[in-house]
C-alpha cells in the first residue's frame, strides 16, 4: 500500500508509507549529514542467489547528541543498486522517528530509472530483541519517488526513553532487510489483460477494505444475492450500501481497469479521515455482514448471510460427579482461532474445543446440587458452507500494556477435513450425515507490524490450481507456494554466501503472514461457486452503470484527441461586470468562469468568428479580438487586436504563436462597440491609440465595480476624459474624480496616483492598463475606513478570516475575526481582547494550528515572537486560519520568565497523591520549589522536609539537589515527585544503607521480561537485618494484608535480573555500590501481582495508539 500523507487529516498514528520529501518543505535535498566516523555500518551475509537480498545494521552513537535534521547511513550494495538509510532523529515535521530507503545514488542515474525492493526498517531493542520495532513495505523507485518509508516510524518518546531499551549507551542500531525483485512496470501492467481480473484503489489505507472485498465479491452466491438486492434508480449509490455493492461488483466484474471504492464508503457514511484510517478486516467483515443482513431483510435474499456463513457451536458445562448438564447454542460467522503456541489450523481447532477442567478455588455452582467439579467446553454442532477463520495474529500484552502482533510459523492446508478423528470436534446433535470437508478459497495477508502495514489477498476464483494475487489496483498470477507456504510466516533462513565457512545460518522474521482464511465446503461448491452474468443484474443498474461507462469512454476520447484540439476562452465586458468586485478585485476576469470553445486546431480563425456570432448574436464584420499577454509583473492584460493576417490563419497556429506556456488554451478578449444597446462596427485603431478599462471606487460602501473601457490617444491627458468618467460612473458631468493606475498586487499592491494634466504617454499607460477612478476626497470621506483605492485594495489584498479556538476546546469554532495578514501580533490580541471583552490584551497566549494533525502546535506563541498574523498561520508549506487562544491569570511577558513545574506531592500517612503546578522565576532552584510547596500541602507535622524525585516508569532515577535550577528540569516525560523526607533515613549510621524498592512482575512466556509497576521507593537497611525483618517494615509502610502478602515474593535486582531472597537471608550483604541510579541499578524488588487498573494510556505514554472502532453509520 503506497500511499501520499494526506495534509489535513489527523493521522497521528496513523500507518502512512511515504516518500520523506512529500512532507518537506522543498526538495528533498542533502543536509547538514555527520561525517562518516560518526556511524559504524556492518552488513551480514549477502546471498548470492536470486532474489538478491541483505540485511544491513546501522550502529549510531551519541544519538541524542545528534543535532543535525537528516541522517544518512553508510551506503551498501544489494542486487547490484546503491541504498542507504535516511532518518530523521528528532522526525520529519511529527513527533515520531522518521525513517526511509533511500536509492543512494538517484542523482547519477541515467533519465528513466526504477528499481523495486521488497524491504523492512527496524530499530532495535537492546534489553529484548522481541519488541524490536520492525515496518515492512515495498515500493517501485524512480527519479521521483527515490525514498520511501516510514514519517511516523516509532513515537520519540519511546525512543528516547532509557527504559524502553531502543536507546542503550546513548546507541541506536537500525536494521533494514533489502530483497531487490525484477522491476515489473506498474504502468504498462494491464492486470484484466494478464489475469481477467481487475483490482480496487486505494483511498489512502483501505487496502484491508480491498482484501475483503475482493474475497466476498469472488465468493459468486454472495455476489449474485447482493445483485438481487432491491434498489431503485432513484437511489443514490452514495446513500445505499446495496446499490453502492451493486455497482463496485458490477465494475469488477465488467470493468477493464481497478475499480474505485469511494462510492462504497461514501454510503458507509465514512469521511475522508475514515478512509485514512487503517482498520481491522475482521471488524469490518462482520460489521459489513451484519448491514447487509439488515437490508436483506423482507427481500428475495433475506437469510443469504446467514445460509453462507453462520454455524453453531454448544458450550456446555458437565458436572463430573452428579447427573448435571448445561449447554447453550450460539452461532458464529467466523472463527478466531489462536495462532500463539499451535502449529497449525487442527492445533487450534483442538485447542478450542479443549476441555477445561473446574475444581479446587473454580469449581462450578450447579442448581440443586451446590458447587461441583466439572468439565467445560465447546462443541459444533455444524460448520457453514463458507468457513471464515481469523486467525489471532494480535494479542494483548497485558505486561506491557500495548498489542503485539504474533509472527510465528502457523500452517493451514489445502483440503481442511474437521471430520477427523471420528468427529473429535462435533457436539453428540450434529448430523454425521454432512461431510465437512473443506477446501481453501482465499488467503488474506497482513505484512507489517501492530501498529499498521499492508493487507492483500491470495484467491482462486473457482478453486482450480490457478491462484491470484489480489494487491489493491493490481493483480498477478501466483502459484501455491506463494499463496500458502509463503503466507504461513515464522523465520526464514537466508542462503550462505560462503558456504565453505563454517558461519552460523541468518535468520529473519517474515512479518508478511496470513491472518484471515477462507474454506468451502466440497460438497457446497457446485451451489457456491455459480455462474452470475447479466441477467442477475437489474435492468436499471445496467442501464445507470453503462451510462456510467459511457461518459468514462467520452472522457477518455476526449483526453485522447485533446491534441488536435484548441480551447478558446472568450472574455467580454459582460463577464468582467459580472466579476470584478465580486469573485474578483484585481486585473479583469477569471478566465476559467468564461465562454470557451473547443475548436479543432485546423479550423481557419473566420469560421471561429461565425460560431462566435451564433453563439453571442454579434455578426462577424463587428467583433474585433484582443490577444491577453502575462506581464513581467505577473498581470494579465489584453495586449494587441488579432492582425487581419493573423484572423486568415488556423486557430492552432495562432495559439501557438500567443502561448508561451505551450498550454492547448488560446484566451481572447472580445471588443463589441454598441450604440443603443446594438453592435456597431469597431472604431479604427491606430498606433496613437489605447485600450484603457476602468474600475468604480465608492469609499462610503466601500464598493469596486466595472464600468467599461474607452479607446484614448496617448497624447492626451487624464483630465481630457473625465466627463466621459463621469457619465459611466453617473455622476455629475463637472465632478471632480482622483484617478489611480492599478499597476500589479503581487507580491504586495501596487496603485499608484495618477496625475490628470500629464500625457497618459508620459505617465507611461499602455494598451490593457487599469484605470480605478473615485470622486475626489473631501473632509467627510476621510472619516471612511479606506478612503482610497489604494487602501482599499491593500485590504482587500491581505484580509484573513481567522477561526479563534479556546485551547481547552480545540475542535470547536467560538468566534470569527476579520483581519488582515499585515497586522502585528499586539493589533491580534488586541482586537481578541475586544471580541473578549478583556481590558488587558497582555493577559492573552496564541497557540497556532499544526495543519497536518489537525491539532494544536504543542508550543504557544511567545509573547510578540512573530512579526505578522501571515507568520502564525503558517505551518511549513500550509496556511491555516485557525488559532486557538487562553486567557492568563498573570501578563504572558510575566509568565515567560517564570516556569511551571508539575510536581505530585505523595503525603507521608494518607493514600494520596495530588498534582501541584508549581510557578516560580526559571532561575529559581529546587529548594524554592519545596519552599514553595510548604504553603500548599498538609505536612505530616511542621518541621518535616521535603525532598524532590526524578520519577520515570515506575523507578526512581535522581534526586533533585536542592541547589539545581529548575528551567533544566523536564516534567513532560518524567514525573516530578515531592515527598517527605523520613525520619529514618535523617539519620543514617555508618552500618545502614539506603537501598531503592519497586515492584514488578514477570511476563509470561519464554523470556519473562520483567516490568516494573506501581510506586517505587527508599528504604533503610541495617547492616545484619534479615529478609524476614524487612519484609514485616515492607508490610507495615504499605499496609498490606496478610493474606495478599503471603503471596508476594522477594528477590535481589541486577540488570534486571531477578536473585529471589529466602526469610533468613541479610540482605544488606547484597548491597554493596553506593548512589547507583540508573536503567539497570540494584534494588530489592517485590513480585507480585499488579491489581491497579489499566488505563487507555498512562499520562505522556503511547498517546497515539488508540485507534477508532470501524463503524458504517448508513
Known amino acids: 500500500m503506497t500511499m501520499m500523507t494526506p495534509p489535513p487529516v489527523d493521522q497521528e498514528d496513523e500507518e502512512m508509507l511515504v516518500p520523506h520529501s512529500d512532507v518537506v518543505d522543498g526538495p528533498a535535498q542533502p543536509m547538514e549529514v555527520s561525517e562518516a566516523e560518526t556511524a559504524v555500518s556492518t552488513v551480514e551475509n549477502q546471498p548470492a542467489e536470486e532474489p538478491p537480498t541483505l540485511k ?93 518509508g516510514f514519517t511516523s516510524f516509532m513515537p520519540l518518546s519511546e525512543l528516547y526513553d532509557p527504559g524502553r531499551g531502543y536507546l542503550a549507551n546513548d546507541t541506536v542500531y537500525v536494521e533494514a532487510e533489502v530483497i531487490v525483485r525484477k522491476v515489473l512496470d506498474y504502468w504498462s ?92 478486516v475482521q471488524e469490518l467483515n462482520r460489521v459489513l455482514c451484519e448491514k447487509l443482513e439488515d437490508k436483506m431483510k423482507g427481500t428475495v435474499v433475506e437469510g443469504t448471510i446467514q445460509q453462507l456463513f453462520e454455524g453453531h457451536h454448544m458450550n456446555y458445562i458437565e458436572c463430573i460427579n452428579v447427573d448435571y448438564k448445561s449447554t447453550r447454542k450460539e452461532s458464529f460467522y467466523d472463527l478466531q482461532l489462536d495462532v500463539k503456541g499451535c502449529k497449525d489450523v487442527y492445533a487450534s481447532f483442538d485447542k478450542y474445543v479443549e476441555v477445561e477442567r473446574l475444581e479446587g478455588d473454580n469449581k462450578y455452582h450447579a442448581e440443586g446440587h451446590g458447587l461441583q467439579d466439572a468439565k467445560k467446553g465447546v462443541l459444533f454442532i455444524d460448520f457453514p458452507p463458507v468457513l471464515q477463520l481469523q486467525l489471532k495474529r494480535f494479542e494483548y500484552d497485558f505486561m506491557r500494556d500495548t498489542m503485539v502482533k504474533i509472527n510465528d510459523r502457523y500452517e493451514f492446508p489445502l483440503q481442511l477435513d474437521l471430520d477427523r478423528e471420528d468427529g473429535k470436534y462435533l457436539s453428540p446433535d450434529a448430523d454425521r450425515s454432512v461431510r465437512n470437508l473443506y477446501t481453501l478459497h482465499s488467503v488474506l495477508v497482513h505484512s507489517g507490524g501492530v501498529h499498521g502495514g499492508h493487507y492483500y489477498a491470495f484467491i482462486r476464483p473457482t478453486l482450480s490450481d490457478q491462484w491470484y494475487k489480489f494487491d489493491d489496483e493490481r493483480v498477478t498470477k501466483e502459484d501455491l507456494k506463494r499463496a500458502l507456504d509463503e503466507q504461513y510466516g515464522g523465520e526464514e533462513e537466508l542462503p550462505q554466501t560462503n558456504p565453505g565457512f563454517n558461519n552460523p545460518p541468518f535468520k529473519f522474521t517474515k512479518y508478511s503472514n496470513a491472518y484471515m482464511l477462507v474454506y468451502i465446503r466440497e460438497s457446497d461448491k457446485d451451489k457456491i461457486i455459480c455462474n452470475v452474468d447479466e441477467k442477475d443484474i437489474a435492468e436499471h443498474l445496467r442501464v445507470r452503470l453503462k451510462k456510467e461507462q459511457e461518459e468514462k469512454e467520452d472522457k477518455r476520447k476526449y483526453k485522447a484527441q485533446a491534441h488536435l484540439f484548441t480551447i478558446i476562452k472568450v472574455a467580454r465586458d459582460q463577464d ?98 454598441l450604440l443603443d444597446e446594438r453592435p456597431i462596427p469597431p472604431p479604427e485603431k491606430s498606433k496613437e491609440d489605447i485600450l484603457l478599462f476602468f474600475k468604480l471606487y465608492d469609499p462610503e460602501k466601500p464598493e469596486l465595480r466595472y464600468v467599461g473601457r474607452l479607446m484614448v490617444k496617448s497624447s492626451s491627458k487624464p483630465m481630457d476624459i473625465t466627463g466621459k468618467l463621469n457619465e459611466m460612473a453617473g455622476f455629475a458631468p463637472d465632478e471632480d474624480l482622483e484617478l489611480f493606475e492599478e499597476i500589479k498586487f503581487e507580491p504586495g499592491v501596487m496603485c499608484e496616483h495618477l496625475d490628470k494634466k500629464t500625457s497618459f504617454r508620459l505617465c507611461q499607460i499602455e494598451d490593457g492598463d487599469i484605470i480605478c477612478f473615485q470622486k475626489h476626497l473631501v473632509k467627510k470621506e476621510t472619516e471612511c475606513r479606506y478612503p482610497a483605492v489604494p487602501l482599499f485594495l491593500e485590504y482587500v489584498q491581505n484580509r484573513q478570516l481567522v477561526r479563534f479556538r479556546a ?84 501578563p504572558l511577558p510575566e509568565l515567560q520568565g517564570l516556569k511551571t513545574l508539575k510536581v505530585a506531592f505523595h503525603h507521608a500517612t494518607k493514600e494520596e497523591v495530588v498534582i501541584h503546578n508549581i510557578r516560580l522565576p526559571k532561575q529559581s532552584t529546587v529548594g524554592d520549589v519545596i519552599d514553595e510547596l510548604k504553603t500548599k500541602v498538609e505536612l505530616s507535622h511542621p518541621d ?57 512482575a514477570k511476563e509470561t512466556g519464554q523470556n519473562q521480561q520483567v516490568q516494573n509497576f506501581g510506586e517505587p521507593f527508599f528504604l533503610v537497611i541495617h547492616e545484619g537485618e534479615t529478609l524476614e525483618e524487612i519484609k514485616n517494615r515492607i508490610q507495615k509502610k504499605l499496609h498490606v494484608s496478610d493474606e495478599d502478602f503471603a503471596k508476594w515474593k522477594f528477590a535481589f535486582m541486577s540488570m534486571g535480573r531477578p536473585e529471589y531472597l529466602q526469610d533468613s537471608d541479610v540482605v544488606f550483604n547484597r548491597f554493596q555500590r553506593r548512589d547507583v541510579y540508573g536503567a539497570f541499578e540494584q534494588y530489592l524488588g517485590l513480585e507480585h501481582t499488579d491489581t491497579t487498573p489499566k488505563r487507555a494510556y498512562s499520562a505522556n505514554q503511547n498517546r497515539h495508539t488508540y485507534e477508532k472502532p470501524v463503524k458504517i453509520y448508513n
Open 807 to 890: 485551547l481547552e476546546k480545540p475542535k470547536e469554532d467560538e468566534f470569527v475575526l476579520e483581519l488582515s495578514k499585515l497586522h502585528t501580533y499586539d493589533d491580534v490580541v488586541e482586537r481578541v481582547a475586544q471580541k473578549l471583552g478583556l481590558d488587558d490584551p497582555s493577559k492573552l497566549r496564541l497557540t497556532s494550528h499544526n495543519c497536518y494533525s489537525q491539532q494544536p502546535k504543542p508550543q504557544p506563541i511567545k509573547y510578540r515572537g512573530v512579526d505578522r498574523l501571515s507568520d502564525m498561520l503558517v505551518h511549513y508549506n500550509q496556511t491555516s486560519d485557525i488559532l486557538y487562544y487562553e486567557v492568563l491569570d498573570i
Open 56 to 148: 544491513f545494521t546501522w550502529t549510531i552513537p551519541n544519538f541524542s547528541r545528534q543535532n543535525t535534521r537528516k541522517l544518512y547511513s553508510d551506503v551498501f550494495v544489494v542486487g547490484g543498486y546503491k541504498w542507504r538509510i535516511l532518518i530523521f532523529p528528532k522526525g520529519n515535521n511529527v513527533d515520531h522517528l522518521s525513517m526511509y530507503l533511500d536509492v543512494a545514488d538517484a542523482a547519477n542515474l541515467p533519465y528513466g530509472w526504477s528499481r523495486y525492493a521488497q524491504f523492512s526498517l527496524a530499530v532495535v531493542n537492546q534489553i529484548h530483541t522481541r519488541y524490536t520495532i520492525r515496518k515492512e513495505t515495498q515500493h517501485q523507485f524512480n527519479a521521483r519517488e527515490s525514498d520511501w
Open 576 to 673: 468582467l461586470r459580472e466579476q470584478i468586485g465580486k469573485d474578483i478585485y484585481f486585473d479583469l476576469v477569471d478566465h476559467d468562469k468564461v465562454r470557451s470553445f473547443r475548436i479543432q486546431k485546423q479550423t481557419p480563425f473566420q469560421q471561429f468568428k461565425e460560431e462566435v456570432a451564433k453563439e453571442f448574436g454579434i455578426p462577424v464584420q463587428l467583433q474585433r479580438f484582443w490577444i491577453w499577454a502575462k506581464r513581467q509583473n505577473h498581470t494579465y492584460r489584453p495586449n494587441r487586436p488579432l492582425t487581419p493576417q493573423e484572423e486568415l490563419q488556423p486557430v492552432g497556429q495562432i495559439r501557438e504563436a500567443s502561448n508561451k506556456a505551450n498550454t492547448a488554451e488560446l484566451k481572447l478578449f472580445l471588443e463589441v462597440e
Open 189 to 280: 501492467y494491464d492486470s484484466k489483460k494478464e489475469t481477467g481480473f481487475v483490482g480496487l484503489k486505494n483511498q489512502g489505507a483501505t487496502c484491508y477494505m480491498n482484501s475483503l472485498l475482493q474475497t466476498l465479491y469472488h465468493i459468486p452466491y454472495f455476489r449474485k444475492a447482493v445483485y438481487h438486492m432491491p434498489t431503485t434508480e432513484n437511489d443514490a449509490p452514495t446513500a445505499s450500501i446495496p446499490l453502492a455493492l451493486q455497482s463496485l461488483f458490477y465494475k469488477l466484474q465488467y470493468n477493464d481497469t481497478s475499480v474505485a471504492t469511494k462510492e462504497l464508503t461514501k454510503s458507509f457514511g465514512w469521511d475522508t479521515y475514515d478512509s485514512f484510517m487503517q482498520h481491522d
Open 944 to 1000: 518535616a522536609e521535603l525532598r524532590l524525585l526524578e520519577v520515570f516508569y515506575h523507578k526512581i532515577y535522581k534526586i533533585f539537589p536542592l541547589t539545581e535550577r529548575i528551567e533544566n528540569i523536564n516534567d513532560q516525560y518524567w514525573t516530578v515527585r515531592a515527598e517527605e523526607i523520613p525520619e529514618e533515613e535523617k539519620n543514617i549510621g555508618p552500618n545502614d544503607r539506603l537501598i531503592l524498592v519497586y515492584h514488578f
